[in-house]
């Protein structure tokens, strides 16, 4: 079974950065893509940014310029760096990893989500 545990989140003024950080376990073979997702109360969860393995990035055009998406695949971990932070970047952020448990199966990927952590920008 894979675990993602996200951690980072709190509360920061508008201006400030925050780094979250998404650490997978469990039976793991290859982590693919990581990504980052966000959703807000009342809205719908939406994509922030997410990395391949080889570090192909996504960044959203609402973030970019301000998140930076990266992994440590030693780590099985992946960081998001949001800086200038804005009070509409308030939400529960998402760690999501696409992961292959089994290297004789290494083409079945499973898709998983951890808890969320929260982050607040509010003066």
């Known amino acids: 079974q894979v675990q993602l545990v996200e951690s980072g989140g709190g509360l920061v003024q508008p201006g400030g950065s925050l780094r979250l950080s998404c650490a997978a376990s469990?039976?793991?073979?290859?982590?693919?893509?990581m990504s980052w997702y966000r959703q807000a109360p009342g809205m719908q969860r939406e994509l922030v940014a997410n990395?391949?393995?080889?570090?192909?990035?996504y960044v959203a055009d609402v973030v970019k310029g301000r998140f930076t998406i990266s992994r440590d695949n030693a780590k099985n971990t992946a960081y998001l760096q949001m800086n200038s932070l804005k009070t509409e970047d308030t939400a529960v952020y998402y760690c999501?990893?696409?992961?292959?448990?089994?290297?004789?199966?290494?083409?079945?990927?499973?898709?998983?989500w951890g808890r969320g952590t929260q982050v607040t920008v509010s003066s």
């Open positions: 990395i391949g393995y080889s570090d192909y990035t």
């Open positions: 999501n990893a696409r992961i292959a448990p089994d290297g004789s199966k290494w083409w079945v990927e499973n898709d998983y």
């Open positions: 469990g039976t793991i073979y290859k982590i693919d893509t």
